[in-house]
């Protein structure tokens, strides 16, 4: 991959294209082999064409190996070209929704489509001929509910050391919610204050 992990950043897959987009270049590039093998008793130079199949062929293989979609715990990263560098990301919070399909022949060889809807103004951005599709679908959507936990108990380790608790675990994805309505119930004065502490303590552990 030739674009820069963020710091703290984790590749959590690597895809490419289907191996089936390469069947075409490999076929071509045998037959043309094998034509300038067998011309070679008529025509000195005709080991050029099997040269020029091969080198065909390299390159072909060569676009498809550097043609990668990348899911990091915080973006998926879509990867093409190989003298030049195209590269485009959607931000996990960016995505509201992942979706992937598959023909019948897409079924047996395992590759399809998937699509991802963002609410960015390009809206959906499209995968074609991605081999396991579904692997790359549960990947982003695993790693965004990794990223909303995380995201919840670093707020509500925020919340607890400002109310002047360390200690709250990491196993509490919600507790920042928790707090945030305990504290509107002491502000409405449905709570008293302590009738709150204890209601914290207990939430925190503490």
Do not use: C
């Amino acid at each position: 991959m030739r674009t820069p992990l963020q710091k703290g950043e984790k590749i959590l897959l690597v895809t490419h294209p289907t191996w089936v987009s390469l069947a075409g270049p490999a076929l071509v590039a045998l037959i043309f082999s094998i034509g300038g093998v067998l011309l070679i008793q008529y025509f000195n130079y005709a080991w050029i064409i099997s040269l020029l199949a091969i080198i065909y062929f390299l390159i072909k293989f060569f676009e498809w190996k550097v043609n990668i979609w990348v899911v990091t715990g915080s973006r998926v990263i879509d990867e093409t070209g190989l003298l030049r560098h195209f590269a485009k990301e959607s931000p996990l919070e960016k995505i509201n929704n992942v979706s992937y399909d598959q023909n019948i022949w897409g079924r047996i060889l395992n590759y399809g489509h998937v699509e991802i809807q963002t609410a960015a103004q390009v809206g959906a951005t499209d995968y074609f001929n991605v081999h396991h599709p579904k692997r790359l679908k549960d990947t982003i959507t695993q790693a965004q509910t990794d990223l909303e936990n995380y995201k919840a108990v670093h707020q509500a380790t925020q919340m607890a050391n400002a109310l002047g608790i360390h200690n709250i675990g990491n196993s509490y994805p919600n507790i920042s919610a928790e707090l945030e309505k305990l504290y509107e119930l002491k502000q409405k004065g449905i709570l008293s204050d302590d009738e709150y502490v204890k209601a914290k303590n207990k939430l925190l552990d503490n």
